[in-house]
């Protein structure tokens, strides 16, 4: 079992940065794939990125590669995104999830643990 909480949204302009964090607990941590998702006002739950066990491999959807970068600390049970040159359209909450296993880890029904959101603001 697993329980994730992501901090350090809130309200940006334009072209500004903004890290979030994710905390899980529990000692398995380091056996589950990490994603982030977006949800804006009316849409569905999208895929923004994830990182594998080891940090072997990342992914990002295309509206933020070069933008935004993920990364995680095992040993501190921790996954960031760092987000750069945000636009008004980066707005949603972003939720940090984590799977145990999965096939391309780009739909939310492949992970299994979710956190609570952080609301992500950007204005122009």
């Known amino acids: 079992q697993v329980q994730l909480v992501e901090s350090g949204g809130g309200l940006v302009q334009a072209g500004g940065s903004l890290r979030l964090s994710c905390a899980a607990s529990?000692?398995?941590?380091?056996?589950?794939?990490m994603g982030w998702f977006r949800q804006a006002p009316g849409k569905e739950r999208d895929f923004v990125a994830y990182?594998?066990?080891?940090?072997?491999?990342?992914y990002y959807t295309d509206s933020v590669k070069g933008r935004f970068t993920i990364s995680r600390d095992n040993a501190k049970n921790t996954v960031t995104l760092q987000m750069n040159s945000l636009k008004p359209e980066d707005t949603a909450v972003y939720y940090c999830?984590?799977?145990?296993?999965?096939?391309?880890?780009?739909?939310?029904?492949?992970?299994?643990?979710w956190g609570q959101g952080t609301q992500v603001t950007v204005s122009s």
């Open positions: 999830a984590a799977a145990r296993s999965g096939r391309t880890y780009r739909n939310p029904q492949e992970y299994d643990h």
């Open positions: 529990g000692r398995t941590f380091s056996s589950y794939v």
């Open positions: 990182i594998t066990r080891s940090s072997s491999n990342t």
